[in-house]
C-alpha cells in the first residue's frame, strides 16, 4: 500500500480511442505529478499540481490533458494518441513544493498505445 | 539547468559484497538530492534523501550514501548485497529545492548468488 493508487494498472488503446488514467492519493499532500517512464530513458517529468493549480507544463502535446479537481486527485486525459507514446506512466504526491520529504509513488499505468 | 548522470546502466555484484551505484549531478545551487528504488511492475520507492543536514544519510534496507559537494557526487552505498536488492536504482535532484524532481537515467542492479 503505497498510499498513492493508480488505475488502471494495464490500459491497450487504439489511436483514435479516449481514456483517461486516475490518481488518487491519501496523504494529506498538496502537491501533485505526472511522469512519463520510457525503457532506457530517464522520466520525463510531464506535469505539476500544487493546491489544484497547475504549475508545470513541460511541453507536453495536447493529446494529453491533465485535471485536478481537488488535492486527492488528478487524471490524464487521452485522446488521438500515438504508438511512441506507450509507456508507464507514474503519479506522484508531495507534501509541498518543498520536496522536502521528497515525492511517494504510486504503481504506475503501463500504456499500450496500438 | 539541473542534471543527473548516473554512471554505468547496469551493475552486477555478488551476494555478501559491497554494492556501489555511482550518481553525480550538476547544479547552480545547492540541491536536495534522493535515491529510488523500483522492482518490476511497481512504481519507485524512497530509499534515502538528502536536505542540507547531515552529508552521510542512512535509509532504507541498509543503505547510505554521502553528499560531495566537491566531487557533486551523492553514491549509493550497501555494504552486503542480498538477492532481493535486486532492482532498478534512480538518482534525482532538486534544485533549487522547490522545483521538480529531476531523474537520472537509472542503474539496474543485480545480484549473484
Known amino acids: 500500500e503505497t498510499g498513492v493508487t493508480q488505475t488502471p494498472r494495464h490500459l491497450v488503446m487504439g489511436m483514435t480511442n479516449k481514456k483517461s488514467l486516475k490518481c488518487e492519493q491519501h496523504?494529506?499532500?498538496?502537491?501533485m505529478y505526472w511522469y512519463k517512464q520510457s525503457a532506457k530513458k530517464p522520466l520525463e517529468l510531464m506535469f505539476v499540481?500544487?493546491?489544484?493549480?497547475?504549475?508545470e507544463n513541460n511541453s507536453v502535446p495536447s493529446r494529453f490533458s491533465p485535471e485536478c479537481p481537488n488535492s486527492s486527485h488528478l487524471f490524464l486525459h487521452l485522446h488521438t494518441l500515438q504508438p511512441e507514446d506507450s509507456a508507464l506512466y507514474l503519479c506522484a504526491s508531495s507534501q509541498d513544493s518543498s520536496n522536502h520529504y521528497g515525492y511517494t509513488f504510486g504503481s504506475g499505468t503501463r500504456l499500450t498505445v496500438v | 539547468a539541473q542534471s543527473v548522470t548516473q554512471l554505468g546502466s547496469h551493475v552486477s555484484v555478488s551476494e555478501g559484497a559491497l554494492v556501489l551505484l555511482r550518481c553525480n549531478y550538476s547544479s547552480s545551487v545547492p540541491p536536495y538530492l534522493f535515491w529510488y528504488v523500483q522492482y518490476p511492475n511497481q512504481g519507485l520507492q524512497l530509499l534515502l534523501k538528502y536536505t542540507s543536514a547531515a552529508t552521510l544519510v542512512k535509509g532504507i534496507n541498509g543503505f547510505e550514501a554521502e553528499f560531495k559537494k566537491s566531487e557533486t557526487s551523492f553514491h549509493l552505498t550497501k555494504p552486503s548485497a542480498h538477492m532481493s536488492d535486486a532492482a532498478e536504482y534512480f538518482c534525482a535532484v532538486s534544485s533549487p529545492p522547490n522545483t521538480p524532481l529531476v531523474f537520472g537515467k537509472g542503474t539496474r542492479l543485480s545480484v549473484i548468488a
Open positions: 496523504l494529506g499532500h498538496n502537491a
Open positions: 499540481y500544487n493546491f489544484k493549480e497547475q504549475t
